[in-house]
Every structure is written in C-alpha cells, then in structure tokens.
C-alpha cells in the first residue's frame, strides 16, 4: 500500500471496524490471579462449581425443626403441641433425633435434624406454659409445608453447575459466590499492554507551565485512564518531538513491547504528517484505514503491524477521546474475550436542534435533566473540540451518517459516561 495523499480515503466507522476485524485475530493471552486481585477482571474460562451449596440442609428463619405432618390443620384457635426435645448449635451437625410430636429449635442458618421436614417460624408459635406439661412445648399457630422454610443441598449451585462465563468481568458478588464455593484462584485474560506516546514540539508534560504557542499534555494521562478503565495496562513513552527519526524509533520500541500503539497527533493531512509513514513502516499489512466520516476525530488512523494494532488518533483530546472509544477500546475488549461491552445508555429527549452534515457520523455531547419522570438531553455550549466539553457533559448523542441533524423533542439514545 503506496504512502501517498491518496491514502486519505475517508470511511464510515462501521467500515474502518469491519477492516481491521478481516485483518485482526487476537490470540488469548491468560494469567492466574488470586481472589483478592480478581475485580474487574475478565475471565478466561468457564467457572465450574467443585461442590454443593449449601452442602447441608439448613434453615432460612428463626423457629422449630419439626414433622410437616404434625402441623397440619393447625390454627390459632386449634394450636398443634408439640414437645421441644433440644436446639440445633449454630456450626455444628444436629445428631438429636425426632420423634412424632416433637420439634428442634433452629437459627437462620443452623443445620437441621436429619428427620425434620419443615420449619415454622417462631413468629407462628408460642410457648406453653411449663407449669402445664413436663418439658418444654410450643403451640404451632398455622401449618407449614413439607420443605418450607428449608434451604436444600444445592438448591442455590449444584456440583458440576456452571456459574460463571468465560468473558464475563469479574463483580463483587461474583467474588462473594465463588468465596462461598472455596474457589480462591481463577483463569483472567491477560491485561493487553498499550503503548502510549504523545507527539508535538509544542507539547509539555502536564506539571509544567507551558509558554506562549505551548500546550500541556491531555492524551496521556486521559488516554492511559481509558485503557484502564477498559481492562489493560498503559505503558507511557512520553513526548517525542516532530522528528522523523525519534518518532519512528519510539513507534518501534512500543510495536515490540506492548500489545497495542496509541499515538495521538501528526494525523492530519499536511507536509508535516510523518506518523502515517511512520506508522505504516512498523509492520505488514500497515496501515488499514486512514480517515473516518466522524466529527471529531476525521483524520484517524488504524494499522496493523505484524498483529499488533496500531492507532493514529488526532491530537485534540476531545477527538482522541471520541475516536478511542469507537476503535480503541472495543479492540481492548477483544483482546480480552469481554463478551460484550458495558456502557450504559438511556432515552432523552433533545431540548434543541443539533445540526450535522450528512455523510459524518457526529458525536455531541450533552447534559442530562430528569424532568417529570423523562430524561432531557442538552446540547453542551461551547466549541466541539473544547475539552471541559467532556468534562460538563454527562454522556453522548451520536448523530448518524446520513442525517440532516436532530429536531428539538426528537427521543435520542445517550451513552451515558461511565
């Protein structure tokens, strides 16, 4: 593929998606974390339950282990009597055995004699006075079931029972299940390693005090919070100046030592652009895409260099955000084996017209006003590419391809910011 400004062949983002999909094949890469270490994480393999849960019956209430059958056509006006022969101990097996007549005492998650049947609840019972009988007794109000109020073995996961999915990012209570089965290791995908580099003889590191002409650099630290707010592991090469030689060997040290490339700035078209070649010369097939129907982030660049992907993102960090989410991030999900993406969405209406071109998928960003029980989505002021943008908004409406803009009251779907 010739270098040249022909290169610049503008496609729509589902074009540029498609073509680096035909071209790019992620390999799996896995790893073996701790429980403690698991949040977040993608899992590499099905989770297969080892055992029973729980593995003994055992109580869901507070109240009396007893014979289903002994209750029956019970009522306050009728109690059934029956006789209390012990109490099962919270943390240790029941060896009292029940007769007809007879029930157990039983806590919220204390075993039950093997002969027990139901459990009725304590609010359902009252003592007998134990001046009139010999031991202790209790008058059971309303008849229970067979079963009620009974946690049975394995009624919650049974041994053999897959409880979680390969692909599925690892939650809290994801973490308090597979504590509760003993299972302290697991299977994760590997964090992809994304190579970061910022470029720009204008561009100073964020804690300094940039001159006239100078600008601080935005795309590392956000661009690096991204990738891992997506799952993998940035890896900062700093600011490398508008020469060719610095940047190509840079570009080729992250190629070498990271999964991925991102590169922000030197994507547009101009004499001065050097990251395209550069970005081609790392590795067959090169670069895929140069240029998407987008607003922001037209002049982005997609490449493959010997597997791993390689991205040109436009300098703005509104347009590097924007394009980052659309090519960056899914590409880190896929690399993870993430089933599919997170991001929330929600229905709002437009409280004014947003106008477009056809031709461009548009992103704006907006802020969100519940009103009356429906949600109201506002354009936020300001030019598009003006970072504190992002930072007012509460999500994005993309404005599609060939739309001529979006009518004031029209319901829109809004990603909404994670």
């Known amino acids: 593929m010739a270098i040249t400004s022909e290169l610049f062949t503008v496609r729509t ?9 035909q071209y790019f094949t992620p390999q799996l890469k896995t790893e ?9 994480r993608v899992l590499a393999a099905d989770v297969v339950s080892p055992e029973d849960l729980p593995t003994f019956r055992r109580s869901t209430v507070d109240g009396y282990a007893l014979n289903a059958g002994d209750t029956y056509g ?17 943390g240790q097996a029941v060896e009292i055995s029940m007769g007809e007549g007879e029930a157990v005492l039983v806590h919220t998650g204390s075993a039950l004699p093997a002969d027990a049947t139901a459990v009725v609840m304590v609010e359902h019972t009252q003592s007998v006075n134990a001046q009139l009988t010999s031991q202790a007794a209790i008058e059971v109000m309303r008849p229970v079931a067979v079963g009620e109020n009974i946690f049975q073995v394995g009624e919650d996961v049974q041994r053999g029972e897959i409880i979680l999915r390969a692909g599925q990012p690892i939650r809290p209570q994801d973490i308090g299940g597979l504590a509760a089965l003993g299972i302290v290791v697991l299977t994760v995908a590997k964090r992809p390693k994304v190579g970061i580099i910022s470029t720009g003889d204008e561009v100073v590191p964020p804690d300094q005090t940039p001159r006239i002409g100078q600008i601080r650099d935005v795309n590392s630290v956000a661009l690096g919070a991204m990738v891992q707010q997506t799952g993998g592991l940035p890896v900062y090469y700093g600011i490398v100046p508008d020469v060719r030689v610095q940047l190509a060997a840079v570009a080729a040290a992250a190629k070498n030592e990271c999964d991925m490339v991102v590169l922000s700035a030197g994507s547009s078209v101009s004499y001065r652009d050097m990251s395209v070649e550069i970005i081609h010369a790392l590795g067959q097939p090169g670069v895929l895409v140069h240029g998407v129907s987008v607003k922001p982030g037209k002049p982005t660049i997609i490449a493959l260099a010997e597997g ?21 991030a899914p590409t880190i999900r896929l690399m993870l084996g993430l089933r599919q993406a997170t991001q929330a969405k929600l229905q709002a209406r437009l409280t004014r017209n947003i106008a477009s071109t056809t031709g461009r998928e ?3 960003q907006v802020t969100i006003e519940e009103r009356d029980g429906d949600y109201w989505a506002t354009p936020v002021a300001g030019k598009p590419n003006q970072i504190f943008t992002m930072l007012r908004a509460h999500g994005v409406v993309c404005v599609p391809l060939n739309a001529n803009g979006l009518a004031a009251g029209e319901v829109v779907e809004v990603q909404v910011g994670k």
């Open 32 to 40: 073996v974390v701790t429980l403690g270490e698991a949040l977040g």
């Open 13 to 21: 983002p589902q074009q540029a998606w498609a073509l680096l999909q």
């Open 74 to 90: 019970a009522s306050p006006g009728l109690p059934a009597l029956l006789s209390v022969i012990g109490e099962a101990t919270m």
């Open 362 to 364: 548009d992103y704006v």
């Open 308 to 328: 791993v992907p390689v991205f040109g993102l436009p300098g703005n960090p509104v347009s590097a955000m924007t394009i980052f989410e659309l090519f960056v």
